[in-house]
């Protein structure tokens, strides 16, 4: 009996593991699709696409391509944007979508268009007009200059995949495992991150997590430091899955997605969540993100950090979302896929619809709020010039090291901030050391979430403005 009992444990566990035996694998790799979409959108002038993280990448761009800013593909890069909208991820979306080798597109877009944003018109003149600036502006022999550093890229950012639990994705989401999954690193994309995909073969999807490059090292090269990356290429991976869960449930999400949306349109809008769908995506990826940390963080206080963060970006139900994930993760003989728990989602957002506004506001006092500037008022006109230390005072003690100052309206030349001396012993102000002068004007900005309370809710954006008075007349 034991032996059989045995036999059964073994067979048992070993269909366990081929059920998640992991059938993804990150390799980084630089997309000439990417870039050159990347750089498309660059000469046109998205403001998404023209940052200059990598500014060594960036001036070789601008050197190589500059004279070609009126080619006919530039200018319809322009066009369609001030038409249609064109923007951030319908540009990615659109560059999988085209043949590695002949640019021509890999699947018609009379069967699939890369977004909603694209017509079938457009997308194909595009694509005619790519492959003529390809030949025109010498793309080839540009790529074949940056091979180095393209391939310097790859074998940095490997460095971070490594230490990505595959098997997580496989186990929490149920997914099938005949997906393609692909690490583009986005080397002129900056900050911007996108999760696109394709569909595949017998119902499959080829999902891509396209990686920004935002910083570099003292040699100028693309450094992808773990910390700061690893959680978006978590991120990324996330929309890979759950962004087809929500096109399946979206009729029936979207009459209370709308109601959701128009309580927080503005901040969304302020991050490029045009609208209420966009928003769905978003907000089950960052809770499934927090799903994750806490399966991989033994304290907890990154996964909470993490919640504190979604929630500062107006997802501020994603700690109500994650409590409802977490039935899902312990029912998983009830629920075997994410895909089987997406009605229970939906009867999430018809709860959360009608209450979005106590939500909000329950959230907000839960924040450290500014109470006070002292030793005067916010907006006052007449401070004394002599005064050296300002303090900011909140509504709750804040962790200590996590300071988040930026430069105000007025720029540098009204940043009245010499140094930041902490807080007070109670933890409840900040210190700030200013250097004054007389009858001058002052501001400076307390970014949003740039400061964390002891039970790690964060901030919202402040401005400080004052002017000194002028100095006595002799």
Not at 102 to 123: G, M, N, Q, Y
């Amino acid at each position: 009996m034991r032996l059989r009992l045995l036999f059964l444990f073994l067979c048992t566990s070993l269909l366990a593991a081929a059920q998640y035996k992991p059938t993804v694998s990150l390799t980084p790799k630089v997309d000439h699709r990417i870039e050159l979409l990347s750089i498309l959108a660059r000469l046109a002038d998205y403001d998404e696409y023209t940052q200059k993280r990598y500014i060594a990448y960036v001036t070789d761009i601008e050197q190589h391509f500059g004279p070609y800013r009126n080619h006919p593909a530039v200018a319809f890069m322009r066009d369609v944007r001030t038409r249609r909208g064109i923007g951030f991820d319908a540009v990615m979306s659109y560059a999988i979508q085209l043949d590695s080798t002949s640019l021509k597109p890999a699947i018609a877009f009379e069967k699939h268009l890369p977004d909603s944003r694209w017509t079938v018109e457009d997308a194909t003149k595009l694509a005619d007009l790519i492959k003529q600036f390809y030949k025109d502006a010498h793309v080839a022999t540009f790529f074949q200059q940056q091979a180095d550093r393209y391939r310097s890229a790859e074998a940095r950012f490997t460095q971070v995949v490594q230490r990505v639990d595959l098997p997580w994705f496989q186990r929490y989401y149920g997914s099938a495992p005949n997906d393609a999954f692909r690490l583009v690193i986005g080397l002129g994309n900056g900050g911007g991150n996108y999760g696109p995909h394709l569909p595949g073969k017998n119902g499959s999807q080829i999902n891509y997590a396209i990686m920004g490059t935002w910083s570099v090292d003292s040699t100028g090269l693309a450094k992808y430091a773990t910390d700061d990356y690893l959680p978006t290429v978590i991120h990324e991976f996330n929309h890979s899955f759950v962004n087809p869960l929500i096109d399946q449930s979206a009729s029936a999400l979207l009459p209370y997605a709308d109601s959701v949306y128009a309580r927080v349109q503005e901040p969304m809008r302020k991050q490029a969540y045009a609208n209420s769908k966009t928003m769905l995506y978003e907000s089950l990826v960052r809770a499934s993100v927090v799903m994750y940390l806490q399966e991989h963080d033994s304290t907890g206080t990154t996964a909470l950090n993490q919640l504190r963060e979604e929630q500062s970006r107006s997802f501020v139900w994603t700690d109500t979302l994650t409590g409802l994930l977490r039935q899902y993760v312990t029912h998983r003989q009830q629920y075997p896929t994410l895909q089987s728990f997406m009605p229970r989602h939906t009867a999430f957002y018809a709860w959360l619809a009608p209450r979005i506004d106590s939500v909000l506001t329950a959230y907000q006092q839960l924040c450290p709020q500014i109470i006070a500037i002292e030793p005067f008022t916010n907006g006052s006109q007449s401070v004394d010039a002599g005064i050296d230390e300002v303090q900011v005072r909140f509504s709750k003690p804040l962790q200590p090291k996590r300071y988040g100052i930026q430069l105000g309206k007025g720029g540098k030349d009204q940043m009245p901030i010499e140094s930041v001396l902490g807080l007070t012993d109670d933890g409840r102000a900040l210190r700030l050391k200013v250097k004054l002068e007389p009858g001058h004007p002052y501001s400076f900005r307390l970014r949003n979430g740039g400061f964390r309370s002891t039970d790690g809710y964060l901030s919202s954006v402040y401005d400080v403005t004052f002017a000194t008075a002028p100095a006595p007349s002799k």
